[in-house]
């Protein structure tokens, strides 16, 4: 099963001609989750050559406008194609008021359902086949949250020489062993699962943070990560205005990821304008210093994740 996570904008404040705001696509098999929606966001879908009509889910950090800006767009081109499914939108107070106040003044035309979530509480604020997706609060000058999306643990690996020693037929009867049901032979023994299968196998994990003070229980969020999404708005030669205005800077990012056991790769974004691409180099040298696998993202960049076992 297919695993990507597509950059749609990595650029923070304002857009620039080669760095749209902040939008991140995570793409499981044919369902489609956007995190946060930035200036800019349907132009790398359509670049991308994406099927947005097929977004299940948007997951919105916190309501400042560079988030959120691209939403109405979206909603409108949604209802250029026949769609059946809803549109969930779920974020933090007020991204309800948000949707409903665009939609009352743009006068939208809207001809699917849209199920607006507000979090209330930390913990998992939606479930599907064999995942689900928890939120955590995060320290901004807006009520503001990180995700992960983690799969469920997988079967092990079937070793059909074992069934084949327990004279258990081919067929039927072992592919319900490998589904994790218990059988009976035609001889009438009980078989489990654990006789003929490998240890559970774990899942992929993605976590996506941005606009936050640098918090240590973040690190408790994102552990086991195969792709963790994070700001690197400054440098380290701004981390007073980092911290002054609840940002992280790209060191902050890497201890983070240095602290969660099992994180695999950082990815920074949602960087500052002042930056020039130069810069942003200089920027990802010092989180690399800090936690190696650690890589800059860019407008219509593609992360695959993979299985680990």
Known sequence: MNLEAFILGCGGMMPLPNRHLTSVLLRREGELFLFDCGEGTQVSLRRLNLRWKKISVIF?????????TGI???LMLSSQVDRDDPLYIIGPPRIAEYIETSRRVLDMYINYEIIVQEITSPGIVYKGDGFHVRCFPLSHTKPCYGYTLE????PGIFHPEKA????????NLWGKLQKGESIKT????????DDVMGAPRNGRKFSFVTDSLALPEISTHV????LFICEGMFGSDLAEDARSKKHMTAEDAARIAAASSGVKKLALIHYSPRYTEYELKKIQAEAAAIFPETVLTRDRMIFPIEYTD
Do not use: C, F, W, Y
């Open 186 to 193: 035609p001889d009438g023994r009980e078989i489990s699962p």
């Open 72 to 74: 109405p767009g979206l």
């Open 151 to 154: 799969e469920e643990k997988r």
């Open 223 to 226: 552990i086991g990560s195969d």
């Open 164 to 171: 084949q020693s327990l004279n258990i037929p081919m067929g």
């Open 60 to 68: 919105i950090s916190h309501t400042h406008a560079d988030h959120v």
